[in-house]
């Protein structure tokens, strides 16, 4: 049961003139009555409502008070079959407020902040409003920590990496000259740091649930670490919170929005995805959407919005209309409730990173002059007779369908027009290449048609193998390549950019697969590996859906039959109106310059005897007479293409095209049972009116949430920052700051830190800087055994932050001092060392991406922990172990546990024995004369004491004698890690002095900031 923190219960017992309802009273209620007596009509009790004013607490007060006092447990509230009950100093402070007339108040939380005056004493606002509690404690503030201890805190905080020596010696003698210009500067340079962005990207991380993998059962790889470095850049660039917030929620619905601002909306689909066959597909899009709904909640208003799921809030005024209000901000998005077998889950975009941008634009310029040369060349070409080229040598075609017995005039000879014609079987198998050449003349009715289809749509959809097959279809002039295992959601889909294949004319299309030749150690069939070529020129492609597994390595080629130019969707099927000519598909790869030498040695016959060219005729024949002086173009489009094939892939949020999804209450939160049909909307009577003018959809949601009057983003958002540097929040529940989380502990100070966010421009950096040199967070972080007793958590701020690490800066701290840490900023993620066969018997079986851990090499293995690969279901033990979250769900506080296991990780685990052993090389290396103490400094960030120096010093004597008598043992130690070991240095010394460094590695003050 949550009961008031006994600090505030004491202090409001002592006085009646500081009795304050939304800080003694409502709190009581909240966690005794209103699950009976709340706002939820439907479960309210003897018709008394107890969250609200006018229901009457004063009225009843004589009923109350003895339904609470009674010994008779029959009459006593709460009763005994709920499991509460009421202190005696609760009934008191009950007794009280009824007595003074119950009156009520609007909850904090819910009433925009306001600047309150700042109290005098103090020159940093901060410290101001903190010595005022302290001195109504009768408390003192504890003396400033040692500049070198404060500069690894801070280091710590705002980069994640501890100071090197040089910059510890370099702040000592600058804090002894200059004082507080010293610190002043100091926080400049680390707030200009570029791992700045990566230390407070972690925490985001954290509450918008990232991972690498979908979660649920196969738990397959996806691919948003785009996402992820769009955060730190963020951060870096120090981003007003306001636009972090709208860029994120609805970056796609800005004016013109950039690649950046679409990424940013990765945040709306980083939740959890379900692949596994057999779910229905509606109720798991309805989760996926329900989760959104909590993360909003969680992430930007502090509140427990999925409690309104299936009913009315229990404790808050929030209704279940008001979650589905919610709801229908969400709930247009063009996704599958199945989807993210192999890859990532629709709706995604290409996110080239910065430098494949920056190639691109430098490729897109130099053929934009290329273009200029090309249009003079062709403005002053002139027919000359030419000699067509002869097809390619070495045709070899699993099908050659030339239909010179069809109907209709052709390329070379009649043509083939749909009916029910079908080809002959082809062998095709998913790991193998596949390419198809296919003439066509296509009609304004074909907007959407099968070329060559051997996909079954008759299946009922929601079977596992529907439409499964291989397709060619031509879709509003653009070629389409479907390969799929059950369409769409799991298929193959690539289109063509730019084709602009028009009614009428003939066109030639090749289009190629390469197969897992492409990329021999991919687990998936990729869509990048597709390209496309139209009139022998390859063209740009865009992909749809990319969600084809492969089969085993010892596949068999199945036998399609292709039915030509018509499919069996719908009653009738849909058919392609216009004619086909020359089809051949082949099971081997093509080539650039094979799918330009076909396609010359059938147009150019046909161009060359045509007395009335059409312009496409005309320009087959003069891009031919061009060929060679237009290769360097032709090149530098190659090149292109290959740069964006090549670029990451990332899930973002967009809204369905044409109608929207329509939005129902669900009765009991179930997916099948629609209720009330309602609009996107927010409590307008609980935290603030719709901005006027403002769209009903995210972006309008952002706006609404960004208002500077809205009494809950700001207060949440510095709650969180103050919780990242000291521990807890002024808040403590920053999950919850609705009726059942706990009152701040610096009301007025929260309210001066949000409104003065909001006033300077939402500022992160700013804030952080202010919070960083103030006194308060400056103090020495010991703590008197009477003051630690009186206040163990340190809510009252008598004493600087002390806490263990995250987990990331555990290890990362571990790989900075020793010298092993690559500070690669951004890209993929990595795999660094972890046990063996960690997902034997937990991961599924199946070849997908992302179940197996095949262990990054070189420089990789030492990245950033932020960057190591998290997949939900197998989180790395380095991470699970010191408390990191799976990141199913939002989280925006980690539990801390101390557990004998996590020292056990410090001693044995290959990570930290490695980093052990290039300590110990460095501190040998840097500081011969004093190794140990060396390396303490490293770590602590200050000289061991002569009591430590002694146990340090003891334990490498007993260890160099051990490890003289045992070789072996020192062998074995110094190979633990693939990092090599120093030579020079003889083995059983650097043994002894690797067991030093590691129980230096494992002391509380190295884990702890």
């Given at each position: 049961?949550?009961?008031?923190?006994?600090?505030?219960?004491?202090?409001?017992?002592?006085?009646?003139?500081?009795?304050?309802?939304?800080?003694?009273?409502?709190?009581?209620?909240?966690?005794?009555?209103?699950?009976?007596?709340?706002?939820?009509?439907?479960?309210?009790?003897?018709?008394?409502?107890?969250?609200?004013?006018?229901?009457?607490?004063?009225?009843?007060?004589?009923?109350?008070?003895?339904?609470?006092?009674?010994?008779?447990?029959?009459?006593?509230?709460?009763?005994?079959?709920?499991?509460?009950?009421?202190?005696?100093?609760?009934?008191?402070?009950?007794?009280?407020?009824?007595?003074?007339?119950?009156?009520?108040?609007?909850?904090?939380?819910?009433?925009?902040?306001?600047?309150?005056?700042?109290?005098?004493?103090?020159?940093?606002?901060?410290?101001?409003?903190?010595?005022?509690?302290?001195?109504?404690?009768?408390?003192?503030?504890?003396?400033?920590?040692?500049?070198?201890?404060?500069?690894?805190?801070?280091?710590?905080?705002?980069?994640?990496?501890?100071?090197?020596?040089?910059?510890?010696?370099?702040?000592?003698?600058?804090?002894?000259?200059?004082?507080?210009?010293?610190?002043?500067?100091?926080?400049?340079?680390?707030?200009?740091?570029?791992?700045?962005?990566?230390?407070?990207?972690?925490?985001?991380?954290?509450?918008?649930?990232?991972?690498?993998?979908?979660?649920?059962?196969?738990?397959?790889?996806?691919?948003?670490?785009?996402?992820?470095?769009?955060?730190?850049?963020?951060?870096?660039?120090?981003?007003?919170?306001?636009?972090?917030?709208?860029?994120?929620?609805?970056?796609?619905?800005?004016?013109?929005?950039?690649?950046?601002?679409?990424?940013?909306?990765?945040?709306?689909?980083?939740?959890?995805?379900?692949?596994?066959?057999?779910?229905?597909?509606?109720?798991?899009?309805?989760?996926?959407?329900?989760?959104?709904?909590?993360?909003?909640?969680?992430?930007?208003?502090?509140?427990?919005?999925?409690?309104?799921?299936?009913?009315?809030?229990?404790?808050?005024?929030?209704?279940?209309?008001?979650?589905?209000?919610?709801?229908?901000?969400?709930?247009?998005?063009?996704?599958?409730?199945?989807?993210?077998?192999?890859?990532?889950?629709?709706?995604?975009?290409?996110?080239?990173?910065?430098?494949?941008?920056?190639?691109?634009?430098?490729?897109?310029?130099?053929?934009?002059?290329?273009?200029?040369?090309?249009?003079?060349?062709?403005?002053?070409?002139?027919?000359?007779?030419?000699?067509?080229?002869?097809?390619?040598?070495?045709?070899?075609?699993?099908?050659?369908?030339?239909?010179?017995?069809?109907?209709?005039?052709?390329?070379?000879?009649?043509?083939?027009?749909?009916?029910?014609?079908?080809?002959?079987?082809?062998?095709?198998?998913?790991?193998?290449?596949?390419?198809?050449?296919?003439?066509?003349?296509?009609?304004?009715?074909?907007?959407?048609?099968?070329?060559?289809?051997?996909?079954?749509?008759?299946?009922?959809?929601?079977?596992?193998?529907?439409?499964?097959?291989?397709?060619?279809?031509?879709?509003?002039?653009?070629?389409?390549?479907?390969?799929?295992?059950?369409?769409?959601?799991?298929?193959?889909?690539?289109?063509?950019?730019?084709?602009?294949?028009?009614?009428?004319?003939?066109?030639?299309?090749?289009?190629v697969y390469p197969g897992v030749a492409a990329e021999p150690d991919a687990m998936r069939m990729k869509a990048a590996w597709v390209r496309m070529y139209i009139d022998g020129r390859e063209v740009p492609t865009r992909i749809l859906n990319d969600g084809a597994s492969l089969p085993s390595p010892g596949e068999k080629p199945s036998n399609q039959i292709f039915k030509l130019g018509w499919d069996n969707a719908g009653k009738s099927g849909t058919r392609f109106q216009g004619k086909l000519d020359n089809i051949q598909i082949l099971t081997r790869d093509l080539k650039p310059e094979d799918a330009a030498r076909w396609f010359e040695s059938d147009a150019l016959p046909y161009a060359l005897s045509r007395t009335q060219r059409s312009p496409v005729e005309t320009a087959w024949i003069r891009t031919y007479a061009l060929k060679d002086k237009n290769k360097p173009l032709d090149d530098l489009k190659a090149e292109l293409y290959a740069v964006r094939r090549a670029s990451p892939m990332t899930m973002v949020m967009q809204e369905l095209e044409g109608t929207p999804r329509p939005t129902h209450l669900l009765l009991r939160g179930q997916y099948n049972l629609p209720g009330e049909k309602l609009e996107p909307g927010v409590p307008e009577s609980l935290l603030g009116a719709w901005p006027a003018g403002a769209p009903k959809n995210r972006l309008g949601l952002a706006q609404w949430l960004t208002k500077p009057d809205h009494p809950l983003t700001s207060r949440v958002v510095v709650n969180r920052f103050w919780q990242q540097l000291f521990g807890q929040g002024l808040v403590k529940t920053s999950d919850n700051f609705g009726f059942q989380g706990e009152f701040p502990s610096h009301p007025e100070l929260l309210d001066w830190l949000a409104r003065d966010f909001v006033d300077n421009g939402w500022n992160v950096k700013a804030l952080m800087r202010k919070i960083v040199l103030s006194a308060t967070y400056r103090q020495d972080a010991a703590g008197s055994p009477e003051l630690t007793a009186r206040d163990p958590e340190n809510r009252l701020l008598?004493?600087?932050?002390?806490?263990?690490?995250?987990?990331?800066?555990?290890?990362?701290?571990?790989?900075?001092?020793?010298?092993?840490?690559?500070?690669?900023?951004?890209?993929?993620?990595?795999?660094?060392?972890?046990?063996?066969?960690?997902?034997?018997?937990?991961?599924?079986?199946?070849?997908?991406?992302?179940?197996?851990?095949?262990?990054?090499?070189?420089?990789?293995?030492?990245?950033?922990?932020?960057?190591?690969?998290?997949?939900?279901?197998?989180?790395?033990?380095?991470?699970?172990?010191?408390?990191?979250?799976?990141?199913?769900?939002?989280?925006?506080?980690?539990?801390?546990?101390?557990?004998?296991?996590?020292?056990?990780?410090?001693?044995?685990?290959?990570?930290?024995?490695?980093?052990?052993?290039?300590?110990?090389?460095?501190?040998?290396?840097?500081?011969?004369?004093?190794?140990?103490?060396?390396?303490?400094?490293?770590?602590?960030?200050?000289?061991?004491?002569?009591?430590?120096?002694?146990?340090?010093?003891?334990?490498?004597?007993?260890?160099?004698?051990?490890?003289?008598?045992?070789?072996?043992?020192?062998?074995?130690?110094?190979?633990?890690?693939?990092?090599?070991?120093?030579?020079?240095?003889?083995?059983?010394?650097?043994?002894?002095?690797?067991?030093?460094?590691?129980?230096?590695?494992?002391?509380?003050?190295?884990?702890?900031?």
């Amino acid at each position: 049961m949550r009961v008031l923190a006994l600090l505030f219960s004491c202090f409001c017992l002592a006085s009646a003139a500081d009795l304050d309802y939304g800080r003694d009273i409502r709190p009581i209620l909240s966690e005794n009555c209103f699950h009976c007596h709340g706002q939820d009509s439907k479960k309210r009790m003897a018709g008394l409502r107890l969250d609200e004013s006018p229901s009457g607490a004063a009225v009843h007060a004589d009923k109350i008070l003895d339904r609470i006092t009674t010994a008779n447990k029959a009459r006593q509230m709460p009763p005994a079959y709920s499991n509460r009950t009421l202190t005696s100093d609760q009934k008191a402070l009950l007794k009280r407020w009824l007595d003074e007339g119950g009156k009520y108040s609007k909850h904090w939380a819910f009433v925009p902040p306001v600047a309150p005056p700042v109290p005098s004493g103090a020159a940093n606002p901060i410290d101001a409003f903190v010595l005022r509690k302290l001195q109504a404690e009768g408390l003192k503030p504890s003396p400033a920590a040692k500049p070198a201890a404060w500069l690894r805190r801070a280091s710590l905080d705002l980069t994640g990496i501890p100071p090197t020596l040089a910059e510890i010696d370099a702040f000592e003698k600058d804090a002894a000259k200059n004082g507080d210009g010293a610190y002043a500067r100091t926080v400049d340079r680390l707030l200009a740091s570029p791992h700045y962005g990566e230390r407070m990207a972690i925490d985001w991380l954290d509450v918008a649930r990232y991972a690498d993998t979908h979660g649920f059962n196969n738990d397959s790889e996806r691919e948003m670490w785009r996402w992820r470095d769009w955060v730190i850049q963020a951060f870096n660039s120090n981003q007003r919170y306001d636009r972090f917030l709208t860029e994120q929620l609805a970056g796609d619905l800005l004016p013109n929005p950039t690649l950046e601002q679409r990424i940013a909306t990765g945040y709306g689909r980083n939740h959890v995805i379900n692949s596994e066959g057999g779910i229905i597909e509606e109720e798991y899009r309805v989760e996926y959407v329900s989760d959104r709904v909590r993360t909003l909640g969680m992430s930007w208003l502090g509140l427990t919005l999925e409690c309104a799921r299936c009913h009315d809030h229990k404790y808050d005024p929030i209704t279940q209309k008001d979650h589905y209000r919610f709801f229908a901000f969400f709930n247009n998005v063009p996704e599958f409730g199945e989807d993210g077998r192999v890859a990532n889950a629709v709706p995604m975009i290409p996110a080239p990173t910065p430098d494949q941008q920056r190639r691109i634009a430098r490729l897109q310029a130099d053929i934009a002059k290329l273009e200029q040369v090309s249009a003079r060349l062709s403005a002053g070409w002139k027919f000359k007779p030419m000699t067509p080229p002869a097809p390619p040598a070495d045709v070899t075609t699993a099908l050659n369908l030339d239909c010179n017995d069809g109907p209709a005039p052709g390329i070379q000879g009649n043509a083939c027009i749909a009916k029910d014609a079908k080809t002959p079987a082809v062998p095709i198998a998913r790991r193998n290449p596949l390419a198809f050449r296919v003439w066509l003349q296509s009609t304004a009715a074909d907007t959407d048609a099968p070329i060559l289809s051997t996909i079954d749509y008759s299946k009922n959809e929601a079977a596992v193998g529907y439409a499964s097959g291989t397709e060619l279809r031509l879709v509003n002039g653009e070629v389409e390549l479907r390969l799929s295992q059950r369409f769409p959601a799991y298929a193959l889909r690539v289109q063509s950019e730019g084709a602009r294949i028009g009614a009428g004319e003939w066109r030639h299309v090749t289009v190629v697969y390469p197969g897992v030749a492409a990329e021999p150690d991919a687990m998936r069939m990729k869509a990048a590996w597709v390209r496309m070529y139209i009139d022998g020129r390859e063209v740009p492609t865009r992909i749809l859906n990319d969600g084809a597994s492969l089969p085993s390595p010892g596949e068999k080629p199945s036998n399609q039959i292709f039915k030509l130019g018509w499919d069996n969707a719908g009653k009738s099927g849909t058919r392609f109106q216009g004619k086909l000519d020359n089809i051949q598909i082949l099971t081997r790869d093509l080539k650039p310059e094979d799918a330009a030498r076909w396609f010359e040695s059938d147009a150019l016959p046909y161009a060359l005897s045509r007395t009335q060219r059409s312009p496409v005729e005309t320009a087959w024949i003069r891009t031919y007479a061009l060929k060679d002086k237009n290769k360097p173009l032709d090149d530098l489009k190659a090149e292109l293409y290959a740069v964006r094939r090549a670029s990451p892939m990332t899930m973002v949020m967009q809204e369905l095209e044409g109608t929207p999804r329509p939005t129902h209450l669900l009765l009991r939160g179930q997916y099948n049972l629609p209720g009330e049909k309602l609009e996107p909307g927010v409590p307008e009577s609980l935290l603030g009116a719709w901005p006027a003018g403002a769209p009903k959809n995210r972006l309008g949601l952002a706006q609404w949430l960004t208002k500077p009057d809205h009494p809950l983003t700001s207060r949440v958002v510095v709650n969180r920052f103050w919780q990242q540097l000291f521990g807890q929040g002024l808040v403590k529940t920053s999950d919850n700051f609705g009726f059942q989380g706990e009152f701040p502990s610096h009301p007025e100070l929260l309210d001066w830190l949000a409104r003065d966010f909001v006033d300077n421009g939402w500022n992160v950096k700013a804030l952080m800087r202010k919070i960083v040199l103030s006194a308060t967070y400056r103090q020495d972080a010991a703590g008197s055994p009477e003051l630690t007793a009186r206040d163990p958590e340190n809510r009252l701020l008598a004493r600087g932050p002390r806490f263990r690490l995250p987990a990331e800066l555990i290890r990362d701290q571990a790989l900075a001092i020793s010298g092993l840490l690559t500070e690669k900023l951004g890209g993929p993620s990595v795999y660094p060392l972890q046990a063996e066969d960690l997902y034997k018997g937990i991961v599924v079986a199946a070849d997908y991406p992302g179940t197996k851990y095949i262990t990054s090499k070189g420089p990789d293995l030492y990245r950033r922990s932020m960057y190591t690969f998290w997949k939900r279901t197998v989180t790395h033990p380095a991470m699970t172990v010191f408390d990191a979250p799976d990141r199913e769900f939002c989280i925006v506080k980690r539990s801390t546990t101390n557990t004998p296991l996590q020292a056990l990780t410090l001693l044995n685990d290959p990570i930290y024995v490695e980093a052990a052993r290039k300590l110990a090389e460095r501190a040998l290396r840097e500081d011969a004369k004093a190794p140990i103490a060396y390396a303490f400094r490293l770590a602590t960030g200050r000289q061991p004491d002569e009591r430590e120096s002694q146990i340090l010093r003891t334990s490498y004597e007993k260890l160099l004698q051990t490890y003289e008598n045992d070789r072996r043992s020192a062998e074995a130690l110094l190979t633990v890690g693939p990092a090599p070991r120093d030579p020079k240095i003889p083995t059983a010394q650097l043994a002894a002095y690797t067991g030093v460094a590691n129980m230096i590695l494992n002391l509380d003050e190295v884990i702890t900031k």
